[in-house]
């Protein structure tokens, strides 16, 4: 199964989520592994994890090498990241120039679909091939969204722009609020609105928190270090949500 | 590229204590605190798991309970895990997770069984690069084999494990290298399962309700036929307690064919044994049979549940939940009754009877008139013969013919089926395995047409017993009528398709095949 991160605005906390969800996955017990795919690289960072996949995505795109030889595992049984390299940001460039029938990021991921359970995608926000592949290639697309109207202004822009690709069909688009202050009127009454507009908008908030903040100083996910802070809690519980909403069949049923 | 696991004995005269602080005092580590972990390994009953190549520990189970899911060809190495609430039994029953993925296809409707319980001390160590990042994992293990009713502690060798960080093969030589080098030890392939099995005197995959005969052709006759009853004796045998235990449903089946096959055997293998051991075997097995066949019943029932329910309108799958309760309601006393006739005198005789039969020496004179001659002419003689009956019943039957016909025909389909699985090893494996296909595809249609019919009269036996026991909700009766039609429709869809499934038995070449397989010599007997 495969899930992105994604949002056209920067700074939404999209990261946070990836980095944490992911965590959580593999401390389920799944095989995960996340896919830095942002430039900025602050996954691999919160991991400790430099940077530098070998090569750069010239490496790759060429097949020189294959995306088997960039995996690091984390300090965290079961959880594997492809590190972020400064020369994705020329991936779109070079996506660009191959052909649309190639595939680009799904011909580089498959080998390795087979070796993990869940894979998380860390994207970097704008709309481009890239993220083309990334809306063809993925399951689900979590998406970040603060409660203003800006943020959700740009979740009309996502969806409108999916719905003119039909290669997008399939994707379950689920955004979530994220950063999230319930002492401010303009996000209480956002939480209330939108989700109308959004039956798939999952219910589970991330609030706005210094903890969250902190990760960087900690160098791993919230959920390792503070399982009981507000953030490390809805984590899990947004976690627990998107399960069930992607896997709703599976249950115990009487023998 | 994945890295593999790398696994070493510690070597005699040191222990995990001595390992760990040699390990730590050459390399940047971060060591956790020595923990004693009680697991318990787990598979079922015809081991599935293993014979797929896969074991599963259970850890915790006074903390918090998880299931790790190992590769045996990969050293044992742990490959995902999921915390569970409680006891594992049913993969059905499991929350969703990554074990029970891989459970679900495996075991189907088997519950799972401890195969034995280990204590394993264990330390572990991260080594660790400059930014304090782990960069390998190792494990120092020393486990033990709990003390049961059959057996003392056991020290098992201890290990010292190294679990690759994906990326960092580097680092692991390095530590691989420290440890074969300067420190000694000898890698080794032994997953610990294996080596407490062993040590447990405990043989995997020693159960398999499969038939698995390798005869002489030449072999007498009686002596070849008790050693397809005493297999049969063994299976039935091996699932007597887990069918008093009831700890899944196919123990009773598997006990069941078992006895079906005894009963056949016995019958079609004619003239090898006493008359009279014979026919007293015959009733002693047609009461197994008899005894076994209620809560079977109620089993399938249960089983097919959610099928039947899933076939009918959505609107009326709700008003079917009374009749599950009904069943369940009365399985505990079918049950009950069951387990009694199971641990009853009858039962224990029966076992120790035929076995002290079987075990004894076959006679060197007074023998019965098959007894003495070559079990592959008695096999020829017998397969052939019921294949021209199968063929003589089956084309005899028009679309006119009374379902009395088609069940005679399924009778003797069953006995040429089972006679084909007993001698199979006489014969080239290839031509064996493809007519006993074709048999089974022709008993599947004869089957439907029988079973269905046989589900829809219980159903309504079902429905009068519910009638009486005051039980009159409406909705739960029109469902039922809902469902007795589609099955009586499934059996009329056998019935059209029993022309095709037969013309596709009854071939030119398939003819040939058998007459060429089981060409009897020696006259017709």
């Known amino acids: 199964m495969i899930l992105a991160t994604y949002s056209i605005k920067g700074g939404v906390g999209k990261t946070s989520a990836t980095v944490n969800l992911a965590y959580l996955s593999a401390r389920a017990g799944y095989r995960t592994l996340l896919w830095d795919l942002d430039p900025q690289g602050a996954a691999s960072f919160y991991y400790r994890i430099k940077p530098k996949v070998k090569g750069g995505s010239k490496a790759l795109l060429r097949g020189k090498r294959s995306l088997d030889e960039a995996v690091k595992g984390t300090d965290f049984e079961l959880l594997d990241l492809i590190p972020a390299d400064f020369s994705y940001r020329n991936l779109d460039l070079l996506l660009a120039g191959t052909p649309k029938s190639d595939r680009g990021l799904g011909r580089l991921l498959e080998p390795l679909l087979v070796e993990y359970d869940r894979v998380f995608i860390d994207c970097p926000p704008s709309i481009s091939r890239m993220s083309e592949d990334v809306f063809r290639l993925a399951d689900a697309l979590l998406v970040p969204v603060i409660p203003t109207t800006l943020s959700a202004r740009t979740l009309d822009q996502l969806t409108e722009f999916l719905a003119e690709r039909p290669h997008a069909a399939r994707l379950r688009v689920l955004p979530f609020f994220s950063m999230a202050d319930g002492d401010k009127a303009l996000h209480t009454d956002m939480m209330l609105r939108l989700p109308e507009r959004y039956p798939d908008m999952l219910t589970v908030p991330v609030p706005q928190s210094t903890e969250v903040e902190r990760m960087g100083i900690h160098r791993m996910p919230l959920a390792a270090y503070a399982p009981s802070v507000d953030a490390s809690v809805a984590y899990e519980q947004l976690w627990g949500e998107i399960m069930r909403r992607l896997q709703p069949s599976a249950g115990p049923q009487a023998q | ?525």
């Open chain 2, 1 to 525: 590229m994945q890295l593999e696991p790398r696994v070493y004995a510690i070597p005699e005269g040191s222990d995990g204590t001595r390992m760990a602080m040699a390990l730590s005092t050459r390399l940047h580590c971060d060591a956790a605190a020595p923990v004693k972990l009680p697991t318990r390994w787990l598979d079922s009953f015809d081991w599935r798991l293993y014979a797929a190549g896969a074991a599963l520990e259970e850890i915790g189970a006074d903390t918090g309970r998880e299931l790790v899911w190992h590769d045996l060809a990969d050293g044992g190495a742990s490959v995902v895990r999921q915390r569970i609430p409680e006891e594992p039994g049913f993969a059905q029953a499991m929350a969703p997770g990554p074990v029970r993925e891989r459970l679900l296809p495996l075991l189907g409707i088997r519950r799972l069984l401890p195969l034995l319980d280990l204590d394993i001390g264990r330390r572990s160590l991260n080594v660790l690069d400059d930014e304090d990042k782990t960069v390998v994992r190792i494990l120092i293990e020393e486990p033990r084999l709990r003390a049961d009713n059959e057996r003392a502690e056991l020290p098992l060798s201890g290990r010292v494990r190294l679990l690759p960080v994906r990326g960092y093969g580097d680092a692991l030589r390095e530590v691989a290298d420290l440890l074969e080098g300067e420190l000694g030890l000898a890698a080794v392939y032994a997953p610990v399962l294996l080596e407490a099995l062993s040590a447990a005197g405990i043989h995997p995959c020693s159960y398999s309700p499969k038939l698995d005969y390798r005869l002489d052709p030449r072999q007498r006759a009686d002596a070849a036929a008790k050693e397809i009853h005493l297999g049969l004796l063994d299976t039935l045998s091996a699932n007597v307690q887990g069918t008093i235990d009831n700890l899944d449903s196919e123990f009773l089946h598997d006990l069941r064919v078992a006895t079906r096959r005894a009963r056949s055997a016995l019958t079609q293998i004619k003239g090898v044994f006493p008359e009279p051991v014979v026919a007293d075997m015959k009733e002693r097995f047609g009461w197994l049979q008899r005894v076994t066949g209620p809560v079977r019943d109620l089993d399938v029932y249960l089983l097919d549940f959610p099928v039947m329910r899933e076939s009918l309108p959505a609107p009326l799958r709700g008003d079917l939940e009374p009749l599950r309760t009904f069943v369940l309601s009365h399985y505990d006393q079918e049950q009950r009754k069951l387990a009694a006739m199971l641990e009853s005198p009858q039962l224990h005789s029966l076992l120790r009877d035929w076995r002290a039969f079987l075990e004894a020496p076959v006679p060197q004179a007074a023998a019965p008139i098959n007894a003495m001659r070559p079990v592959k002419d008695v096999a020829d003689a017998r397969i052939g013969r019921m294949y021209r009956r199968v063929r003589r019943e089956g084309r005899a039957i028009t679309g006119d013919s009374p379902p009395e016909d088609l069940h005679e025909l399924r009778k003797s389909c069953k006995k040429l089926r089972y006679l084909m699985e007993f001698f199979q090893s006489l014969y080239p494996q290839e031509e064996m395995r493809g007519l006993i296909k074709q048999t089974k595809t022709l008993l599947d249609n004869l089957g439907r047409f029988q079973d269905l019919a046989v589900q829809a009269e219980h159903l309504r036996e079902t429905a009068l017993a519910m009638h009486d026991e005051g039980m009159h909700e409406v909705g739960t009766m029109l469902a039922m009528g809902a469902l007795m039609r589609d099955l009586l429709a499934g059996q009329q869809a056998a019935r059209a398709e029993f022309a095709v499934t037969f013309e596709r038995f009854d071939t030119r070449r398939n003819r040939a095949t058998f007459e060429a397989l089981f060409r009897a010599r020696g006259g017709r007997r």
